[in-house]
């Protein structure tokens, strides 16, 4: 479960951080006492649709989660508790993203601050990272190995062959 929470906490903030390019020109072109002065309405909107992008990063990792937990056969309600949590946490604002920030927007600073290209850069790089921790044959291992996803034998006694259940 941690592990996933960990790759829903880097789509989360991929998706939050690829939003700022939505009206890039409008948000980091024009001079912020100006915008935020005489177009208040549209910078509101604005900073509305990159507050609620997380929420769709968030959205898309819990259908990715869900899809390889049914296919892997784990229990399927790991990812909704996961999902659950993370929204509150998310909203709560204690995911902890301004102690973190400066690490994962430091490929950002390859390219001019505030940059498409730094932007598009560290969103990507998110999503990437986020993206192994789901995919990761190591890491999918690791997980079937553990004792409470463990296969166990039974014998069907009508047909006398061996099933395998997990528990």
Same mark, same amino acid.
């Given at each position: 479960?941690?592990?996933?929470?960990?790759?829903?906490w880097f789509f989360i903030y991929a998706?939050?951080?690829?939003?700022?390019?939505?009206?890039?020109?409008?948000?980091?072109?024009?001079?912020?006492?100006?915008?935020?002065?005489?177009?208040p309405a549209r910078f509101g909107r604005d900073m509305e649709l990159i507050r609620q992008a997380g929420n769709i990063g968030l959205l898309v990792a819990y259908i990715i989660s869900w899809s390889i937990s049914t296919k892997r056969d784990w229990f399927w309600l790991n990812s909704v508790i996961i999902f659950l949590l993370a929204f509150a946490l998310k909203n709560l604002g204690w995911l902890g993203w301004k102690y973190l920030d400066h690490i994962f927007m430091a490929p950002a600073k390859l390219f001019i601050e505030h940059s498409v290209w730094g932007y598009l850069t560290s969103g990507l790089i998110m999503i990437a990272?986020?993206?192994?921790?789901?995919?990761? @044959?190591?890491?999918i $291992?690791?997980?079937?190995a553990h004792p409470s996803t463990v296969?166990?034998?039974?014998?069907? @006694?009508?047909?006398? $062959?061996?099933?395998?259940?997990?528990?």
């Open positions: 479960m941690i592990i996933h929470f960990i790759a829903f998706f939050q951080t690829l939003a700022f390019l939505h009206d890039y020109s409008f948000l980091y072109l024009g001079q912020d006492a100006i915008i935020q002065d005489n177009l990272i986020g993206s192994l921790l789901f995919f990761s @044959k190591r890491i $291992r690791y997980i079937d296969k166990k034998v039974k014998t069907n @006694k009508k047909v006398g $062959r061996k099933t395998v259940v997990k528990s």
